[in-house]
C-alpha cells in the first residue's frame, strides 16, 4: 500500500492533481475536505473537538487503507490548527499497517494564488474563496508548509497542466 501525500498551499490545486492522479491509477483520492466538511457540521473550525476528531478521522482512515493494502492519495494544506507533527504520525500509521508514504509538494505563486482562490470549483467543498482571508492568513499558512517533510517531488501547478502533474508523480514514485 502506498499513501500519496500530496501538500500545498491553499487553491495550489491539490485536489485536481489527485484526481487526475486517482483515474491514472486506481488509487483512491481522500480529499481532507471530506472529514473538515463532516466535523465541522457538528464543531466549529479549529475547536478542540474538531481538531480532535478531524486528526482522528484522517490517521484512522490512513491507518485502515494501509492494513488492506488500499493506496490512497490524500491532499492536505498545511495550517496551523493542525499538529506539526501530524504528517509523521500519518507516515507511522501507514507503516504500522505495512504501506510507505510518498510526500508530493505542489507550489503556486501568491499571484497565481490569488487568481484562484474564488473559482467555482473551490464552492464544492466550502473552501476558503475570501481574498482577504487568504491574505490575512497567509503567513500562517507558510509557515505551516515550510515544516512539513520534503516532497519526493515538488510541482509548480501555475507551469505543469494536471494531467501532467499526474503522469510526473506516477512516473516517479513508479506508480
Known sequence: MKLIFIHGP?????????????????????HNHLVVDAVGAVFPFGSESFVKLREQMWLATMREAAAVGRSTIFTFAPEPTVAADFPRRAVEAVAAGGGST??????????????????????????????ELLRRLRDDFERAERAMPPGELVIDTEAVEPQEAARDIARVLAL
Open 10 to 30: 491553499v487553491a495550489s490545486g491539490k485536489l485536481t492533481v489527485a484526481r487526475a492522479l486517482g483515474a491514472l491509477t486506481g488509487f483512491a483520492v481522500f
Open 102 to 131: 510518498h510526500f508530493v509538494r505542489l507550489t503556486i505563486s501568491r499571484a497565481g494564488q490569488e487568481r484562484r482562490i474564488d473559482t467555482a470549483s473551490r464552492a464544492e467543498f466550502g473552501k476558503l474563496r475570501s481574498l
